[in-house]
Protein backbone atom coordinates (compact mmCIF):
# COMPACT_ATOMS: atom_id res chain seq x y z
CA UNK A 1 0.00 0.00 0.00
CA UNK A 2 3.08 2.73 0.21
CA UNK A 3 3.37 2.00 -2.94
CA UNK A 4 0.51 4.12 -3.83
CA UNK A 5 1.24 6.74 -1.79
CA UNK A 6 4.77 8.66 -2.91
CA UNK A 7 4.00 12.15 -2.53
CA UNK A 8 1.35 12.88 0.14
CA UNK A 9 1.32 17.08 -0.27
CA UNK A 10 1.01 16.23 -4.25
CA UNK A 11 -1.46 13.03 -3.89
CA UNK A 12 -3.81 12.62 -6.49
CA UNK A 13 -6.45 10.68 -4.62
CA UNK A 14 -8.77 9.95 -7.75
CA UNK A 15 -5.76 8.33 -9.46
CA UNK A 16 -4.44 6.57 -5.82
CA UNK A 17 -8.02 5.02 -5.41
CA UNK A 18 -9.16 4.23 -9.56
CA UNK A 19 -5.51 2.70 -10.46
CA UNK A 20 -4.81 -0.92 -9.69
CA UNK A 21 -8.29 -2.40 -9.17
CA UNK A 22 -6.97 -5.79 -9.16
CA UNK A 23 -4.72 -4.76 -6.26
CA UNK A 24 -8.15 -3.38 -4.57
CA UNK A 25 -9.90 -6.23 -5.59
CA UNK A 26 -7.03 -8.62 -4.53
CA UNK A 27 -7.45 -6.77 -1.10
CA UNK A 28 -11.25 -6.95 -0.72
CA UNK A 29 -11.35 -10.15 -1.19
CA UNK A 30 -9.01 -11.70 1.13
CA UNK A 31 -11.54 -13.77 2.94
CA UNK A 32 -14.73 -15.65 2.50
CA UNK A 33 -16.80 -13.02 3.58
CA UNK A 34 -18.31 -9.79 1.14
CA UNK A 35 -17.26 -7.46 4.25
CA UNK A 36 -14.04 -6.91 3.45
CA UNK A 37 -13.22 -3.64 1.71
CA UNK A 38 -10.44 -1.16 0.29
CA UNK A 39 -11.10 2.64 1.95
CA UNK A 40 -10.36 6.15 1.58
CA UNK A 41 -11.35 7.90 4.97
CA UNK A 42 -12.39 11.69 4.57
CA UNK A 43 -12.93 13.52 7.52
CA UNK A 44 -12.82 17.20 5.46
CA UNK A 45 -15.85 15.85 3.84
CA UNK A 46 -16.96 13.52 6.56
CA UNK A 47 -17.09 10.68 3.65
CA UNK A 48 -15.49 7.01 3.63
CA UNK A 49 -15.43 5.66 0.31
CA UNK A 50 -14.90 1.89 -0.69
CA UNK A 51 -14.53 -0.75 -2.76
CA UNK A 52 -16.18 -4.11 -2.10
CA UNK A 53 -16.32 -7.13 -3.99
CA UNK A 54 -19.70 -8.53 -4.29
CA UNK A 55 -20.49 -12.10 -6.53
CA UNK A 56 -16.81 -11.21 -7.74
CA UNK A 57 -17.39 -7.73 -8.98
CA UNK A 58 -15.93 -4.74 -7.98
CA UNK A 59 -18.41 -1.95 -5.97
CA UNK A 60 -18.18 1.68 -4.89
CA UNK A 61 -20.01 2.56 -1.87
CA UNK A 62 -19.64 5.88 -0.24
CA UNK A 63 -20.48 5.86 4.16
CA UNK A 64 -20.20 9.31 6.25
CA UNK A 65 -17.88 8.85 9.09
CA UNK A 66 -20.84 10.05 11.58
CA UNK A 67 -22.60 7.19 10.63
CA UNK A 68 -19.88 4.91 11.24
CA UNK A 69 -18.76 6.08 14.30
CA UNK A 70 -22.12 5.74 15.78
CA UNK A 71 -22.08 2.37 15.22
CA UNK A 72 -18.71 1.45 16.53
CA UNK A 73 -18.87 0.44 20.47
CA UNK A 74 -17.89 2.96 22.16
CA UNK A 75 -15.15 1.20 24.42
CA UNK A 76 -13.66 -0.13 20.97
CA UNK A 77 -14.00 3.76 19.28
CA UNK A 78 -11.74 5.25 22.42
CA UNK A 79 -9.11 2.25 21.73
CA UNK A 80 -9.03 3.02 18.13
CA UNK A 81 -8.56 7.01 18.39
CA UNK A 82 -5.38 6.35 20.96
CA UNK A 83 -4.27 4.01 18.27
CA UNK A 84 -4.45 6.85 15.43
CA UNK A 85 -2.87 9.56 17.83
CA UNK A 86 0.21 7.09 18.22
CA UNK A 87 -0.08 6.59 14.73
CA UNK A 88 0.14 10.32 13.81
CA UNK A 89 3.68 10.52 15.90
CA UNK A 90 5.64 7.99 13.74
CA UNK A 91 6.75 8.53 10.68
CA UNK A 92 5.03 5.63 8.89
CA UNK A 93 2.21 6.76 10.11
CA UNK A 94 0.48 3.18 10.23
CA UNK A 95 -2.32 2.09 12.26
CA UNK A 96 -4.03 -0.80 13.10
CA UNK A 97 -7.27 -1.27 14.75
CA UNK A 98 -9.55 -3.92 15.79
CA UNK A 99 -13.17 -2.91 16.24
CA UNK A 100 -16.66 -4.17 16.92
CA UNK A 101 -19.72 -2.75 15.00
CA UNK A 102 -23.40 -2.67 16.70
CA UNK A 103 -26.38 -4.10 14.36
CA UNK A 104 -29.77 -4.58 15.46
CA UNK A 105 -30.13 -7.60 12.80
CA UNK A 106 -27.32 -9.59 13.39
CA UNK A 107 -24.76 -9.88 16.18
CA UNK A 108 -21.78 -7.98 16.15
CA UNK A 109 -19.40 -8.18 13.86
CA UNK A 110 -15.66 -7.42 14.17
CA UNK A 111 -13.70 -6.08 11.81
CA UNK A 112 -9.61 -5.26 11.38
CA UNK A 113 -8.92 -1.44 9.76
CA UNK A 114 -5.08 -1.08 8.71
CA UNK A 115 -4.09 2.32 6.52
CA UNK A 116 -1.68 5.05 6.06
CA UNK A 117 -2.58 8.17 7.61
CA UNK A 118 -2.15 10.45 4.41
CA UNK A 119 -2.81 13.85 5.89
CA UNK A 120 -3.55 15.24 9.53
CA UNK A 121 -4.58 19.17 9.83
CA UNK A 122 -1.93 21.98 11.78
CA UNK A 123 -3.32 20.38 15.27
CA UNK A 124 -2.45 16.78 14.32
CA UNK A 125 -5.74 15.70 13.64
CA UNK A 126 -6.87 13.12 11.25
CA UNK A 127 -7.88 14.22 7.93
CA UNK A 128 -7.58 11.42 5.65
CA UNK A 129 -6.30 7.60 5.28
CA UNK A 130 -6.27 5.28 3.22
CA UNK A 131 -5.92 1.55 4.07
CA UNK A 132 -7.49 -1.78 4.03
CA UNK A 133 -10.76 -3.10 6.32
CA UNK A 134 -11.48 -6.96 6.57
CA UNK A 135 -14.10 -8.60 8.60
CA UNK A 136 -12.35 -10.86 11.51
CA UNK A 137 -15.79 -12.13 12.19
CA UNK A 138 -15.72 -15.76 11.54
CA UNK A 139 -11.82 -15.71 12.72
CA UNK A 140 -12.32 -14.45 16.24
CA UNK A 141 -15.31 -16.96 16.35
CA UNK A 142 -13.17 -19.62 15.44
CA UNK A 143 -10.08 -18.31 18.06
CA UNK A 144 -12.97 -18.57 20.34
CA UNK A 145 -14.00 -22.25 19.88
CA UNK A 146 -10.04 -23.34 19.44
CA UNK A 147 -9.52 -21.44 22.64
CA UNK A 148 -12.82 -22.85 24.28
CA UNK A 149 -11.61 -26.45 22.82
CA UNK A 150 -8.24 -25.90 24.83
CA UNK A 151 -9.67 -24.60 27.84
CA UNK A 152 -12.04 -28.47 28.08
CA UNK A 153 -8.99 -30.30 27.35
CA UNK A 154 -7.38 -28.79 29.68
CA UNK A 155 -9.84 -29.02 31.96
CA UNK A 156 -10.86 -33.01 31.48
CA UNK A 157 -6.79 -33.75 31.81
CA UNK A 158 -6.46 -32.06 34.41
CA UNK A 159 -9.81 -33.97 36.18
CA UNK A 160 -8.35 -37.06 34.82
CA UNK A 161 -4.91 -36.17 36.51
CA UNK A 162 -6.97 -35.50 40.19
CA UNK A 163 -8.77 -39.29 39.57
CA UNK A 164 -6.06 -41.42 39.33
CA UNK A 165 -5.73 -44.34 41.43
CA UNK A 166 -5.31 -43.19 45.35
CA UNK A 167 -6.04 -45.19 48.29
CA UNK A 168 -7.08 -41.78 50.57
CA UNK A 169 -9.83 -41.34 48.05
CA UNK A 170 -11.47 -40.04 45.27
CA UNK A 171 -10.86 -36.18 45.51
CA UNK A 172 -14.05 -35.52 44.56
CA UNK A 173 -13.63 -31.37 45.23
CA UNK A 174 -10.74 -31.50 43.27
CA UNK A 175 -12.35 -32.82 40.52
CA UNK A 176 -15.05 -30.45 40.67
CA UNK A 177 -12.85 -27.32 40.82
CA UNK A 178 -11.16 -28.67 37.51
CA UNK A 179 -14.27 -29.14 35.34
CA UNK A 180 -15.83 -26.49 37.15
CA UNK A 181 -14.19 -22.77 35.49
CA UNK A 182 -14.17 -24.49 32.03
CA UNK A 183 -18.06 -25.45 32.21
CA UNK A 184 -19.46 -22.03 32.47
CA UNK A 185 -21.32 -23.18 34.46
CA UNK A 186 -22.82 -21.67 37.40
CA UNK A 187 -22.75 -24.73 40.18
CA UNK A 188 -20.99 -27.97 39.09
CA UNK A 189 -21.87 -31.13 41.53
CA UNK A 190 -22.13 -35.22 42.23
CA UNK A 191 -24.66 -36.65 43.09
CA UNK A 192 -24.50 -40.65 44.02
CA UNK A 193 -28.01 -43.22 44.46
CA UNK A 194 -28.61 -45.62 46.86
CA UNK A 195 -31.99 -47.82 47.74
CA UNK A 196 -34.01 -47.51 50.72
CA UNK A 197 -35.53 -50.40 52.02
CA UNK A 198 -38.45 -50.21 50.23
CA UNK A 199 -35.97 -51.01 47.24
CA UNK A 200 -37.04 -46.80 45.87
CA UNK A 201 -33.65 -45.06 44.42
CA UNK A 202 -32.97 -42.00 46.61
CA UNK A 203 -30.14 -39.27 45.94
CA UNK A 204 -27.83 -37.72 47.68
CA UNK A 205 -25.29 -34.52 47.15
CA UNK A 206 -21.66 -34.95 47.90
CA UNK A 207 -19.70 -32.70 46.71
CA UNK A 208 -19.97 -29.21 45.24
CA UNK A 209 -18.15 -26.58 43.14
CA UNK A 210 -19.70 -22.97 43.00
CA UNK A 211 -18.48 -19.71 40.33
CA UNK A 212 -18.11 -16.83 42.47
CA UNK A 213 -21.50 -15.25 44.02
CA UNK A 214 -23.40 -18.46 43.57
CA UNK A 215 -25.35 -19.70 46.35
CA UNK A 216 -24.32 -23.08 47.72
CA UNK A 217 -27.04 -26.30 47.71
CA UNK A 218 -25.22 -28.86 49.91
CA UNK A 219 -27.59 -27.68 52.48
CA UNK A 220 -30.47 -28.00 50.73
CA UNK A 221 -32.64 -31.00 52.20
CA UNK A 222 -34.83 -31.70 48.81
CA UNK A 223 -31.04 -32.95 47.62
CA UNK A 224 -30.16 -35.00 50.16
CA UNK A 225 -31.88 -38.55 50.67
CA UNK A 226 -34.40 -37.56 48.34
CA UNK A 227 -36.88 -39.88 46.24
CA UNK A 228 -36.52 -39.20 41.96
CA UNK A 229 -39.89 -39.95 42.04
CA UNK A 230 -40.84 -36.42 44.84
CA UNK A 231 -38.07 -34.42 43.24
CA UNK A 232 -37.21 -34.96 39.50
CA UNK A 233 -39.47 -37.88 38.53
CA UNK A 234 -38.72 -38.44 34.70
CA UNK A 235 -35.01 -38.53 35.34
CA UNK A 236 -34.28 -41.88 36.60
CA UNK A 237 -35.32 -43.70 33.55
CA UNK A 238 -33.73 -41.60 31.26
CA UNK A 239 -30.27 -41.35 33.30
CA UNK A 240 -30.68 -45.09 33.73
CA UNK A 241 -30.94 -45.26 30.13
CA UNK A 242 -27.27 -43.58 29.48
CA UNK A 243 -29.60 -40.24 28.38
CA UNK A 244 -28.83 -36.90 29.71
CA UNK A 245 -30.78 -34.40 31.01
CA UNK A 246 -30.45 -31.18 29.14
CA UNK A 247 -32.25 -27.79 28.99
CA UNK A 248 -33.60 -24.73 30.60
CA UNK A 249 -36.00 -24.71 32.99
CA UNK A 250 -39.23 -23.43 31.62
CA UNK A 251 -38.99 -26.39 29.26
CA UNK A 252 -39.41 -29.19 32.56
CA UNK A 253 -42.55 -30.33 33.89
CA UNK A 254 -43.47 -29.97 37.21
CA UNK A 255 -41.87 -30.98 40.10
CA UNK A 256 -38.72 -31.02 38.48
CA UNK A 257 -39.52 -27.06 37.45
CA UNK A 258 -40.19 -25.72 40.20
CA UNK A 259 -37.52 -27.87 42.19
CA UNK A 260 -35.09 -26.06 40.10
CA UNK A 261 -36.57 -22.60 40.00
CA UNK A 262 -36.28 -23.11 43.57
CA UNK A 263 -32.53 -23.12 43.64
CA UNK A 264 -32.43 -20.51 40.93
CA UNK A 265 -31.19 -22.60 38.16
CA UNK A 266 -32.05 -21.39 34.41
CA UNK A 267 -30.67 -24.07 32.43
CA UNK A 268 -28.94 -26.75 33.62
CA UNK A 269 -27.04 -30.03 32.25
CA UNK A 270 -27.00 -33.84 34.10
CA UNK A 271 -24.52 -36.28 32.78
CA UNK A 272 -25.31 -40.02 34.33
CA UNK A 273 -22.53 -42.22 36.06
CA UNK A 274 -23.26 -46.17 35.02
CA UNK A 275 -21.05 -49.07 36.58
CA UNK A 276 -21.86 -52.27 35.79
CA UNK A 277 -25.18 -51.26 33.92
CA UNK A 278 -26.47 -49.94 37.08
CA UNK A 279 -27.55 -46.09 37.59
CA UNK A 280 -24.96 -45.09 40.34
CA UNK A 281 -25.46 -41.07 40.29
CA UNK A 282 -25.02 -37.74 38.03
CA UNK A 283 -22.52 -35.11 37.52
CA UNK A 284 -24.89 -31.95 37.66
CA UNK A 285 -24.16 -28.33 35.57
CA UNK A 286 -26.42 -25.54 36.52
CA UNK A 287 -26.37 -22.55 34.98
CA UNK A 288 -28.18 -19.59 37.20
CA UNK A 289 -27.04 -16.52 35.24
CA UNK A 290 -28.66 -16.78 31.97
CA UNK A 291 -30.74 -19.99 30.57
CA UNK A 292 -28.01 -20.63 27.89
CA UNK A 293 -27.62 -24.28 27.07
CA UNK A 294 -24.56 -26.29 26.56
CA UNK A 295 -23.51 -26.99 23.21
CA UNK A 296 -22.86 -30.57 21.74
CA UNK A 297 -19.25 -29.89 21.68
CA UNK A 298 -19.15 -28.85 25.32
CA UNK A 299 -21.58 -31.91 26.09
CA UNK A 300 -19.29 -34.18 24.68
CA UNK A 301 -16.23 -32.97 26.45
CA UNK A 302 -17.96 -33.13 30.19
CA UNK A 303 -18.92 -36.08 29.44
CA UNK A 304 -15.36 -37.46 29.47
CA UNK A 305 -15.06 -36.26 32.46
CA UNK A 306 -18.13 -37.95 33.47
CA UNK A 307 -16.03 -41.28 32.25
CA UNK A 308 -13.22 -40.46 33.82
CA UNK A 309 -15.40 -40.55 37.76
CA UNK A 310 -16.86 -43.23 36.57
CA UNK A 311 -13.90 -45.16 35.90
CA UNK A 312 -12.88 -44.07 39.27
CA UNK A 313 -15.53 -45.18 41.04
CA UNK A 314 -15.22 -48.44 39.82
CA UNK A 315 -11.58 -48.40 41.33
CA UNK A 316 -13.14 -46.85 44.06
CA UNK A 317 -15.60 -49.91 44.55
CA UNK A 318 -12.56 -52.82 43.19
CA UNK A 319 -10.48 -51.33 46.40
CA UNK A 320 -12.98 -51.13 48.82
CA UNK A 321 -13.27 -54.63 47.93
CA UNK A 322 -9.63 -55.83 47.87
CA UNK A 323 -9.60 -54.10 51.72
CA UNK A 324 -12.40 -55.69 53.15
CA UNK A 325 -10.81 -58.98 51.34
CA UNK A 326 -7.21 -58.20 53.13
CA UNK A 327 -8.99 -57.31 56.13
CA UNK A 328 -10.50 -61.09 56.39
CA UNK A 329 -7.45 -62.70 55.17
CA UNK A 330 -5.09 -60.77 57.26
CA UNK A 331 -8.10 -61.40 60.68
CA UNK A 332 -7.78 -64.87 59.73
CA UNK A 333 -3.71 -65.10 59.08
CA UNK A 334 -4.28 -63.47 62.75
CA UNK A 335 -6.77 -65.68 63.94
CA UNK A 336 -4.14 -69.21 62.53
CA UNK A 337 -1.01 -67.48 64.62
CA UNK A 338 -3.17 -67.36 67.83
CA UNK A 339 -4.15 -70.50 67.44
CA UNK A 340 -0.40 -71.44 66.57
CA UNK A 341 1.20 -70.12 69.44
CA UNK A 342 -1.82 -71.35 71.68
CA UNK A 343 -0.57 -74.95 70.27
CA UNK A 344 3.09 -74.29 70.66
CA UNK A 345 2.27 -73.38 74.42
CA UNK A 346 0.42 -76.39 75.02
CA UNK A 347 3.11 -78.69 72.82
CA UNK A 348 5.92 -76.91 75.39
CA UNK A 349 3.88 -77.41 78.07
CA UNK A 350 3.89 -81.32 77.09
CA UNK A 351 7.13 -81.49 76.30
CA UNK A 352 8.35 -79.76 79.49
CA UNK A 353 5.65 -81.62 81.87
CA UNK A 354 5.04 -85.04 80.76
CA UNK A 355 7.84 -85.76 78.50
CA UNK A 356 10.40 -84.17 80.76
CA UNK A 357 9.22 -85.64 83.78
CA UNK A 358 9.25 -89.55 81.62
CA UNK A 359 12.99 -88.49 80.49
CA UNK A 360 14.44 -87.84 84.21
CA UNK A 361 12.29 -90.72 85.46
CA UNK A 362 13.81 -93.23 82.96
CA UNK A 363 17.79 -91.41 83.82
CA UNK A 364 17.05 -91.91 87.17
CA UNK A 365 16.06 -96.05 86.58
CA UNK A 366 19.30 -96.33 84.27
CA UNK A 367 21.15 -94.57 86.86
CA UNK A 368 19.93 -96.67 89.37
CA UNK A 369 20.35 -100.54 87.17
CA UNK A 370 23.95 -99.02 86.33
CA UNK A 371 24.58 -98.90 89.97
CA UNK A 372 23.53 -102.47 90.61
CA UNK A 373 25.89 -103.68 87.81
CA UNK A 374 29.08 -105.74 87.80
CA UNK A 375 29.69 -105.98 84.15
CA UNK A 376 31.93 -103.56 83.18
CA UNK A 377 30.73 -103.87 79.48
CA UNK A 378 26.98 -103.57 80.52
CA UNK A 379 28.28 -100.77 82.82
CA UNK A 380 29.33 -98.81 80.37
CA UNK A 381 26.47 -99.08 77.48
CA UNK A 382 24.08 -98.44 80.15
CA UNK A 383 26.07 -95.12 81.31
CA UNK A 384 25.87 -94.62 77.39
CA UNK A 385 22.49 -95.08 77.34
CA UNK A 386 22.59 -92.49 80.37
CA UNK A 387 24.36 -89.54 78.36
CA UNK A 388 22.12 -90.21 75.62
CA UNK A 389 19.23 -89.63 77.72
CA UNK A 390 20.50 -86.58 78.79
CA UNK A 391 20.77 -86.08 75.03
CA UNK A 392 17.29 -85.71 74.29
CA UNK A 393 16.17 -84.32 77.62
CA UNK A 394 18.56 -81.13 76.74
CA UNK A 395 16.99 -81.09 73.27
CA UNK A 396 13.54 -81.03 74.48
CA UNK A 397 14.61 -78.32 76.45
CA UNK A 398 15.68 -76.36 74.01
CA UNK A 399 12.33 -77.58 71.63
CA UNK A 400 10.39 -76.18 74.34
CA UNK A 401 12.10 -72.83 74.97
CA UNK A 402 11.86 -72.19 71.12
CA UNK A 403 8.03 -73.39 71.29
CA UNK A 404 7.27 -70.81 74.53
CA UNK A 405 10.60 -68.65 75.31
CA UNK A 406 9.25 -68.62 79.15
CA UNK A 407 11.81 -65.48 79.63
CA UNK A 408 9.91 -63.64 77.15
CA UNK A 409 7.35 -63.59 80.00
CA UNK A 410 9.76 -63.68 82.61
CA UNK A 411 12.18 -60.99 81.79
CA UNK A 412 10.60 -59.38 78.51
CA UNK A 413 11.39 -59.18 75.09
CA UNK A 414 15.32 -57.53 74.67
CA UNK A 415 16.29 -60.12 77.70
CA UNK A 416 14.55 -62.90 75.42
CA UNK A 417 16.02 -61.67 72.05
CA UNK A 418 19.75 -61.23 73.79
CA UNK A 419 18.88 -64.95 75.10
CA UNK A 420 18.17 -66.00 71.06
CA UNK A 421 21.47 -64.92 69.62
CA UNK A 422 23.80 -65.81 72.87
CA UNK A 423 21.59 -69.27 72.25
CA UNK A 424 21.99 -69.78 68.52
CA UNK A 425 25.30 -68.44 68.44
CA UNK A 426 26.61 -71.19 70.69
CA UNK A 427 24.37 -73.88 68.48
CA UNK A 428 25.39 -72.76 65.30
CA UNK A 429 28.71 -71.36 65.97
CA UNK A 430 28.00 -68.84 63.79
CA UNK A 431 29.80 -64.95 65.27
CA UNK A 432 26.77 -62.68 66.20
CA UNK A 433 27.98 -59.12 66.61
CA UNK A 434 24.61 -57.04 68.90
CA UNK A 435 24.08 -53.57 68.85
CA UNK A 436 20.50 -53.51 70.11
CA UNK A 437 18.39 -50.50 72.53
CA UNK A 438 15.99 -51.55 75.50
CA UNK A 439 12.56 -52.38 73.83
CA UNK A 440 10.67 -53.94 76.22
CA UNK A 441 8.59 -50.67 77.49
CA UNK A 442 7.55 -49.85 73.18
CA UNK A 443 5.25 -53.46 72.86
CA UNK A 444 2.65 -54.84 74.50
CA UNK A 445 2.79 -59.17 74.98
CA UNK A 446 1.09 -60.10 71.88
CA UNK A 447 3.58 -57.96 69.80
CA UNK A 448 6.66 -58.87 71.57
CA UNK A 449 5.77 -62.32 70.87
CA UNK A 450 5.30 -61.39 66.88
CA UNK A 451 8.89 -59.61 67.57
CA UNK A 452 10.50 -62.25 68.47
CA UNK A 453 9.14 -64.90 66.32
CA UNK A 454 10.36 -62.53 63.55
CA UNK A 455 13.99 -62.97 64.73
CA UNK A 456 13.72 -66.45 65.70
CA UNK A 457 12.78 -67.20 61.72
CA UNK A 458 15.47 -65.03 60.56
CA UNK A 459 18.04 -67.00 62.27
CA UNK A 460 16.49 -69.98 61.59
CA UNK A 461 16.73 -69.12 57.94
CA UNK A 462 20.20 -68.56 58.35
CA UNK A 463 21.59 -71.56 59.87
CA UNK A 464 19.68 -73.76 57.18
CA UNK A 465 20.70 -71.87 54.39
CA UNK A 466 23.32 -69.20 54.12
CA UNK A 467 26.33 -70.68 55.10
CA UNK A 468 27.13 -67.36 57.18
CA UNK A 469 30.50 -67.18 59.40
CA UNK A 470 29.26 -63.98 61.10
CA UNK A 471 25.58 -62.10 61.55
CA UNK A 472 25.00 -58.29 62.57
CA UNK A 473 21.89 -57.39 64.31
CA UNK A 474 20.55 -53.86 64.84
CA UNK A 475 17.55 -52.68 66.67
CA UNK A 476 17.33 -48.91 66.85
CA UNK A 477 14.51 -46.57 67.87
CA UNK A 478 13.24 -44.06 64.95
CA UNK A 479 10.55 -41.07 65.47
CA UNK A 480 7.80 -43.45 66.31
CA UNK A 481 8.96 -46.74 65.03
CA UNK A 482 11.35 -49.70 66.33
CA UNK A 483 13.49 -50.30 63.15
CA UNK A 484 15.60 -53.74 63.24
CA UNK A 485 17.78 -55.35 60.58
CA UNK A 486 19.66 -58.79 60.59
CA UNK A 487 22.45 -59.18 58.02
CA UNK A 488 24.82 -61.99 57.19
CA UNK A 489 28.02 -62.20 55.23
CA UNK A 490 26.38 -66.27 53.76
CA UNK A 491 25.74 -66.82 50.26
CA UNK A 492 23.28 -65.14 49.59
CA UNK A 493 20.22 -65.81 47.23
CA UNK A 494 18.26 -64.21 44.11
CA UNK A 495 15.13 -62.49 45.49
CA UNK A 496 13.76 -62.56 42.20
CA UNK A 497 14.05 -65.93 41.48
CA UNK A 498 12.90 -66.59 44.66
CA UNK A 499 10.02 -64.56 44.49
CA UNK A 500 8.53 -66.16 41.15
CA UNK A 501 9.04 -70.29 43.07
CA UNK A 502 6.81 -68.41 46.31
CA UNK A 503 9.74 -68.63 48.48
CA UNK A 504 9.90 -72.66 48.27
CA UNK A 505 13.91 -72.72 48.60
CA UNK A 506 13.04 -71.11 52.39
CA UNK A 507 9.55 -72.43 53.04
CA UNK A 508 7.37 -69.86 54.38
CA UNK A 509 9.47 -68.30 56.68
CA UNK A 510 9.92 -64.97 54.89
CA UNK A 511 5.61 -64.73 54.15
CA UNK A 512 5.33 -65.64 57.54
CA UNK A 513 7.73 -62.81 59.06
CA UNK A 514 5.78 -60.01 56.60
CA UNK A 515 2.47 -61.59 57.44
CA UNK A 516 3.40 -60.95 61.32
CA UNK A 517 4.70 -57.65 60.79
CA UNK A 518 1.64 -56.30 58.87
CA UNK A 519 -0.48 -57.21 61.82
CA UNK A 520 1.61 -54.67 63.82
CA UNK A 521 1.23 -52.23 61.11
CA UNK A 522 4.66 -52.81 60.51
CA UNK A 523 6.76 -53.55 57.15
CA UNK A 524 9.46 -55.35 55.78
CA UNK A 525 12.25 -55.25 53.45
CA UNK A 526 14.69 -57.67 52.15
CA UNK A 527 17.86 -56.77 50.32
CA UNK A 528 19.92 -60.11 48.86
CA UNK A 529 22.37 -60.86 46.04
CA UNK A 530 23.80 -64.26 45.16
CA UNK A 531 27.11 -64.78 47.20
CA UNK A 532 26.52 -61.21 47.86
CA UNK A 533 24.73 -61.81 51.82
CA UNK A 534 21.60 -60.87 52.87
CA UNK A 535 19.64 -58.48 55.24
CA UNK A 536 16.24 -58.22 56.53
CA UNK A 537 15.21 -55.08 57.79
CA UNK A 538 11.96 -53.75 59.29
CA UNK A 539 9.74 -51.29 61.23
CA UNK A 540 7.54 -51.20 63.77
CA UNK A 541 5.34 -48.59 64.79
CA UNK A 542 5.73 -47.83 69.12
CA UNK A 543 2.94 -49.82 71.09
CA UNK A 544 1.92 -51.90 68.70
CA UNK A 545 -0.90 -53.97 69.87
CA UNK A 546 -1.04 -56.59 66.86
CA UNK A 547 -4.19 -58.30 66.43
CA UNK A 548 -3.92 -61.30 68.80
CA UNK A 549 -6.93 -60.31 71.03
Not at 321 to 341: A, D, F, G, M, V
Not at 487 to 500: I, N, S, T, V
Request: hydrophobic content about 35%; some cysteine.
Amino acid sequence: MPNLIKNVDKFDYKSAWYSNLNLYCHLANLSETVNNTVSLWDLDSHQIRYLSVLDGRLKEKSLTTSRLMDRILPEDREAGERLIDDAILTNEKIFKIEYRLKDEFRQRQRFLSIGKIIETDIDGNLIRAFGVTIDISRKYKMEKEIERRERYLSAVAKAAQVLLPSYSGIHYNEFLDAIGSASGASRVYVFLNHRDEQGKLRQNQIAEWCAYGIKTQMGNPILQNSLYEMVYPEWEKSLKDGGIIRGRTVEFEEPTRGNLASQNIQAILVLPIIIEGQFAGYIGFDNCVNDRSWSQVEVDFLSTSASHLTQALKRQEILLSLKKSETKLRNLSSHLITIQESERKRIAEELHDELGQSLLVLKLQLNAICRRLHDNLLKERCEQSMQYVDQVIENVRRLSHDLRPLVLEDLGLTAALQALFKEFAKNSRINISINMINIDRCFNNEARIIIYRVFQEALTNIGKHAKAKNIYITIRQNDKSIAGSIKDDGCGFDLHELQKKGYTRYGMGLPTMSERLNMLGGRIEIFSKTDSGSEISFTVPYNSRGSME
